[in-house]
């Protein structure tokens, strides 16, 4: 009986001690609740973790390893060759960005800057000229040239180019932008729109800080680039024989350019030396330049030769339109002046369409047809907003007058 007492005791002893030791422990182990605890310097702070977070009956835990040795890895890692250089090697082309840009569409234009910059501008560095019929801010040259990774310059643009020429009626000019705002046509009435038009029609390129250069790509805020570009697009342009290229292709809306096909024919009879022989005429009328099917490549973006927009050639063209007065008198954009002039002075193989630079410009979106070629190039863009094949869209015209193979699956994308 006494050592059955004895030996009682001494279970009772061992539990009091037990309870004791996983007391200590429970409470020594109890994350601290303080907020420097929560969100402080992870190096001061001890790494424990409750006892209960691990079931019962597992193997020793083994002793804890360096804080650094906790730094999660990634779930999958890529082969350095897979990841675009930070530089691309090799010379660069005498080009550079441009856009037409007011102090006020900064964040705008930020934002086109930065899609330019991550998709294609950090690996060739590129320069960009802006232009602004007023004087650049400090705020718009400072946020400007810290995101472009070349050069940034900044041009203002000459009263003589942004403003009526001598030869128009301004009461006449005054009378038409009343009519358009009645019928609610889109910058009817509004007179920026026109010297904007005119413009980039005739002037951007024979801007001073324009003519140090050969090739450009034309910029606007608030664009949206959905694809990586993995090559020199004005590498390509040049060692291609390329003049003039596009992404998104349309009608124009028929009540701003009532008479800019009769201007147009005017200047084919009095310039015969400047049609180029395979030209694209068939992309701009279906009864071979009677009358003109309204199609143009839009313009805002374009990535093109200076030079030849510097030619005789398409200044004997910019003039005579102008001198017809269409810009004020109607409402003629630069996407129909610069698609005619590419569709009758340029042979049909210098103009190209870039299908693998995804682009969007309010509303339309151009992303390419393939799913290779958008997982290829890490696109974002939905293909079911894709304008190509769309019963709107011209480019469906353009493939069929040069004999292109459109691309598999573009049926799916029709109207």
């Given at each position: 009986?006494?050592?059955?007492?004895s030996?009682?005791?001494?279970?009772?002893?061992?539990?009091?001690?037990?309870?004791?030791?996983?007391?200590?422990?429970?409470?020594?182990?109890?994350?601290?609740?303080?907020?420097?605890?929560?969100?402080?310097?992870?190096?001061?702070q001890?790494?424990?973790?409750?006892?209960?977070?691990?079931?019962?009956?597992?193997?020793?835990?083994?002793?804890?390893k360096?804080?650094?040795?906790?730094?999660?890895?990634?779930?999958?890692?890529?082969?350095?060759?897979?990841?675009?250089?930070?530089?691309?090697?090799?010379?660069?082309?005498?080009?550079?960005?441009?856009?037409?840009?007011?102090?006020?569409?900064?964040?705008?234009?930020?934002r086109?800057?930065?899609q330019?910059?991550?998709?294609?501008?950090?690996?060739?560095?590129y320069?960009?000229?802006?232009?602004?019929?007023?004087?650049?801010?400090?705020?718009?040259?400072?946020?400007?040239?810290?995101?472009?990774?070349?050069?940034?310059k900044y041009?203002?643009?000459?009263?003589?180019?942004?403003?009526?020429?001598?030869?128009?009626?301004?009461?006449?000019?005054?009378?038409?932008?009343?009519?358009?705002?009645?019928?609610?046509?889109?910058?009817?009435?509004?007179?920026?729109?026109?010297?904007?038009?005119?413009?980039?029609?005739?002037?951007?390129?024979?801007?001073p800080?324009?003519l140090?250069?050969?090739?450009?790509?034309?910029?606007?805020?608030?664009?949206?680039?959905?694809?990586?570009i993995?090559?020199?697009a004005?590498?390509?342009?040049?060692?291609?024989?390329?003049?003039?290229?596009?992404?998104?292709?349309?009608?124009?809306y028929?009540?701003?350019?009532?008479?800019?096909?009769?201007?147009?024919?005017?200047f084919?009879?009095?310039h015969?030396?400047?049609?180029?022989?395979?030209?694209?005429m068939?992309?701009?009328?279906d009864?071979?330049?009677?009358?003109?099917?309204?199609?143009?490549?839009?313009?805002?973006?374009?990535?093109?030769?200076?030079?030849?927009?510097?030619?005789?050639?398409?200044?004997?063209?910019?003039n005579?339109?102008?001198?017809?007065?269409?810009?004020?008198?109607?409402?003629?954009?630069?996407?129909?002046?610069?698609?005619?002039?590419?569709?009758i002075?340029?042979?049909?193989?210098?103009?190209?369409?870039f299908?693998?630079?995804?682009?969007?410009?309010?509303?339309?979106?151009?992303?390419?047809?393939?799913?290779?070629?958008?997982?290829d190039?890490?696109?974002?863009?939905?293909?079911?907003?894709?304008?190509?094949?769309?019963?709107?869209?011209?480019?469906?015209?353009?493939?069929?007058?040069?004999?292109?193979?459109?691309?598999?699956g573009?049926?799916?994308?029709?109207?």
């Open positions: 009986m006494a050592s059955g007492s030996r009682y005791l001494r279970y009772l002893l061992f539990a009091f001690f037990g309870l004791v030791i996983l007391y200590y422990i429970s409470s020594s182990s109890t994350i601290p609740s303080s907020p420097a605890a929560q969100y402080g310097d992870p190096m001061s001890p790494l424990s973790v409750p006892p209960a977070a691990f079931p019962p009956h597992r193997e020793p835990l083994e002793p804890p360096p804080l650094a040795a906790l730094t999660p890895e990634p779930t999958s890692q890529k082969p350095t060759s897979s990841l675009a250089p930070a530089k691309a090697e090799g010379p660069r082309m005498n080009a550079t960005f441009v856009t037409l840009a007011r102090n006020g569409d900064i964040w705008e234009i930020a086109s800057i930065r330019v910059e991550d998709r294609f501008n950090r690996k060739y560095n320069d960009w000229v802006f232009l602004n019929d007023k004087p650049f801010d400090e705020t718009f040259k400072k946020v400007t040239s810290a995101l472009v990774s070349g050069k940034t041009g203002e643009i000459s009263e003589e180019h942004w403003s009526f020429p001598d030869f128009i009626d301004q009461e006449k000019a005054k009378k038409v932008r009343e009519q358009m705002a009645e019928k609610k046509i889109i910058y009817g009435d509004s007179v920026s729109y026109r010297h904007m038009c005119r413009f980039e029609s005739g002037f951007f390129f024979r801007q800080l324009m140090d250069y050969e090739w450009y790509w034309r910029v606007e805020p608030s664009i949206e680039l959905y694809c990586d993995n090559y020199d004005f590498k390509f342009m040049a060692d291609n024989n390329k003049k003039y290229s596009f992404v998104l292709s349309l009608y124009e028929v009540e701003t350019i009532p008479t800019l096909w009769d201007s147009v024919k005017k084919m009879k009095n015969p030396e400047h049609i180029a022989k395979d030209n694209s068939s992309f701009l009328s009864d071979g330049g009677e009358s003109y099917n309204h199609c143009h490549f839009w313009s805002n973006f374009e990535i093109g030769n200076l030079n030849w927009l510097r030619s005789d050639a398409y200044i004997d063209f910019f005579s339109l102008d001198r017809d007065g269409g810009f004020f008198y109607e409402r003629w954009g630069d996407a129909p002046v610069h698609s005619i002039a590419a569709g002075l340029l042979q049909k193989d210098e103009i190209h369409f299908n693998d630079i995804a682009y969007y410009h309010v509303p339309f979106t151009h992303c390419p047809t393939e799913e290779k070629t958008r997982l190039l890490k696109c974002h863009c939905n293909p079911k907003e894709n304008f190509d094949w769309k019963g709107y869209s011209c480019t469906s015209r353009y493939f069929d007058i040069n004999g292109k193979e459109k691309p598999q573009y049926e799916k994308q029709q109207d």
